[in-house]
């Protein structure tokens, strides 16, 4: 219900008319069934602005680390997170990943969208960066489709470290689904894992218009964060 009066009355209305999105591509995005949208990243809008211009329902896996305040500002945004359809995950690595792996498959098992960033983070510089393979392994285990979805100038409006947005124009391209279903049984295969991922981020380059740099965007913001 919370998700559904934020984005019909509150905050969706608001927003469509101030950054006035414009979408192509929304018609690749199957009506029923379990499906991944795979995404680049450029900002903290992008897990606001995707689910406004798509009909169904979409899922995030987010940081655990949002759900965790004990004040009053940490429980209101842990629960607003979670009506808006964030599900925390621990990245820590391990057992944790493989937890993370699940909780992606339940929501997938239901029939639902889930929406991934396959970076991992935030591009630091608009560039698109070297997926991470867990997405691949959940195309193969859930046994559904990936749409890429490239997200247009978000890192305009509101770049890392701003606090408010910038009002200007911002797009969404959804492409093509990419069918990797001639790769079944082999989730547990490491070179297939990437091969399917940098399919999925060479898709991502050519709908998003992205210079594609074969590194994690992690270890360019860490080396960014020590300068």
Partial sequence: MFYWFMK????????????????????????????????????????????????????FLAKSDYFVGKDLKGW???????GTGMLPI????GKASEASLNTGLDVLAKGDVLGIYPEGTRSPDAKLYRGRTGVARMILE???PVVPVAMIDTEKVMPIGSKLPKVRRIGIVFGEPLDFSRFEGLEGDRFILRSITDEIMYELSRISGQEYVDVYASSVREKLGRR
Avoid: C, Q
């Fill in 8 to 59: 019909n009355l509150v905050a969706g209305p608001l927003l469509k008319t101030v950054f006035r999105p414009w979408v192509t591509g929304a018609e690749n995005i199957p009506k029923t069934g379990g499906v991944i949208l795979a995404s680049n990243h450029l900002s903290v809008i992008d897990s606001i602005f995707l689910p406004l211009v798509i009909d169904r329902r979409i899922y």
């Fill in 76 to 82: 209101l945004i842990k629960h607003f997170l979670l």
């Fill in 90 to 93: 621990d990245r820590s690595g």
């Fill in 142 to 144: 859930a046994h559904v």
